[in-house]
């Protein structure tokens, strides 16, 4: 008789540890099945850009010697048209094509702004961006031709760091705002 319990005995140890790790399998298993699924962001959805419509609009550079604006077509992305404004501003600073030169490119736009008509252009002018007489006359010319070829632009504002100045450069009077002319 003795030795079925040696057999026993070992037996029940066996179970009682297989029993305990059972369980504690099974408590762990329970509760990741009983544990609530982790939170996932809603699906909100993000707010989409307006489409974008394209356009091809004219972009004026200057000649070499600064004597005659050369109009260029660019090709533009925009959602309103306070967008087709600005982006046909920063298309002033892009390379010209060919002899065309930018006289924007080294002036940098701090902000170009859409309101009833009038658009304020503010910028930030670098001392290399400065020119001569008839660089000025250029720089303001493009800028009036490239932003009232928009029947909706009837006025603009140049503004230097925020604030209205006398001259660009120096050598031309600047209006607050300039107005588009009768004849165009």
């Known amino acids: 008789m003795r030795k079925p319990i040696k057999w026993v005995l070992p037996l029940l140890l066996l179970i009682a540890i297989t029993a305990a790790c059972g369980s504690n399998s099974a408590t762990k298993g329970g509760s990741a099945a009983t544990e609530e699924p982790s939170a996932t962001p809603s699906a909100t959805p993000e707010p989409t850009e307006p489409a974008k419509k394209e356009a091809k609009i004219d972009v004026f550079f200057a000649d070499k010697e600064l004597n005659a604006a050369i109009k260029q077509q660019a090709d533009i992305a925009y959602s309103d048209d306070a967008d087709l404004v600005e982006q046909a501003v920063k298309a002033l600073q892009a390379e010209g094509e060919g002899e065309a030169q930018s006289l924007w490119k080294p002036i940098e736009l ?51 760091d925020g604030q209205p100045v006398e001259t660009l450069m120096g050598h031309i009077e600047l209006e607050h705002p300039t107005l588009r002319s009768a004849q165009e």
Do not use: C, W
């Open 110 to 160: 701090l902000s170009v702004k859409l309101d009833n008509g009038l658009v304020t252009v503010d910028i930030h002018l670098p001392d290399e961006a400065r020119l001569g007489a008839p660089g000025e006359a250029m720089v303001l010319d493009n800028l009036e031709q490239t932003l009232f070829q928009f029947d909706f632009v009837q006025s603009y504002d140049l503004l230097v």
